[in-house]
């Protein structure tokens, strides 16, 4: 029982951990960037008083519970976000707008629930393995290390929107392990959903926008979304739908490029720094590039 509880433990740990750092990668790119910060305060938040609940109601941290709640943290997590980005929240209205205010306190019950739930699991196997204490807490840090190695390259692998979904596998792994038999399907049924849920994942997280032009190419990773877009004869690039930068052609003809930005010129005029190099080449590359 006490190597089950370990590897419930690490399995918790796992989704918990990952699910932090693929948010803060959703909601600083799709909201603000400060946003990201969001998803980290709600995870701490909703753990702690996912703790403070068992504490102060001692019945909540039964062992026939955590099943229930280790299945209820990956059902949560997997609907939280897409029901977030269809809230239609506009931040700029968020003080003067009692709807929108509403909004924005459903958004938070809706990313917390997941950690709440998550928080109430492990402080209950924490209480009832008292004398295994010290295992209990290397297999939730082993648990952490791996969840931010899983979370970075699934980003990196199959895009951030899939990756929110495929994350939660871990704990639904943990959930069949505690689950009474009769119950043991239940965690199949969400799997079944992840299936479905993984090939839309793109445009289910995703806040829905008017593109300013013909998006040509988009990637999501752990790093940034990236998109490209076509303005006629040149193209644009985007990141975290906030940060743009004209990409023009060009043909080596600088005379011509000259006359192609008149009047506005350049945004910033490198102009001087070219003529001072008769022969020399190079290439100025923003964070963008």
């Not at 969400?190 to 998006?215: H, K, N």
């Not at 190419?217 to 979304?225: C, F, G, N, Q, V």
């Amino acid at each position: 029982m006490r190597r089950i509880s370990r590897l419930v433990v690490a399995l918790l740990s796992v989704t918990l951990l990952a699910l932090e750092l693929t948010w803060t990668r959703l909601f600083s790119a799709e909201f603000f960037y400060t946003y990201a910060f969001l998803a980290l305060s709600l995870a701490v938040l909703g753990m702690g008083l996912g703790a403070l609940a068992v504490r102060l109601f001692p019945r909540l941290g039964s062992e026939r519970l955590a099943g229930p709640y280790l299945l209820l943290t990956g059902l949560l997590a997997l609907a939280g976000p897409p029901l977030v980005f269809r809230l239609g929240l506009d931040f700029t209205r968020l003080f003067g707008s009692a709807a929108m205010v509403g909004r924005f306190v459903v958004m938070l019950v809706c990313l917390g629930m997941p950690f709440f739930f998550g928080g109430m699991a492990l402080v209950g196997i924490f209480k009832r393995g008292r004398e295994d204490l010290p295992r209990l807490y290397a297999a939730d840090l082993l648990g952490a290390g791996l969840g931010v190695v899983v979370a970075l390259l699934l980003m990196n692998g199959i895009g951030t929107p899939r990756a929110a979904v495929w994350l939660v596998l871990p704990v639904l792994g943990a959930a069949g392990l505690v689950l009474r038999r009769a119950w043991r399907l239940l965690p199949l049924a969400v799997l079944a959903g992840m299936v479905l849920l993984a090939p839309r994942a793109r445009t289910l997280l995703a806040s829905p926008r008017e593109e300013r032009a013909r998006v040509v190419y988009e990637h999501w990773d752990a790093l940034a979304k990236v998109k490209q877009y076509a303005f006629g004869d040149h193209r644009g690039l985007n990141i975290d739908n906030v940060a743009n930068s004209p990409v023009l052609p060009f043909d080596g003809d600088w005379d011509k490029l000259r006359a192609e930005l008149e009047p506005d010129g350049w945004d910033i005029d490198v102009g001087y720094l070219v003529d001072q190099f008769e022969r020399c080449r190079f290439l100025v590359l923003g964070a963008g590039g």
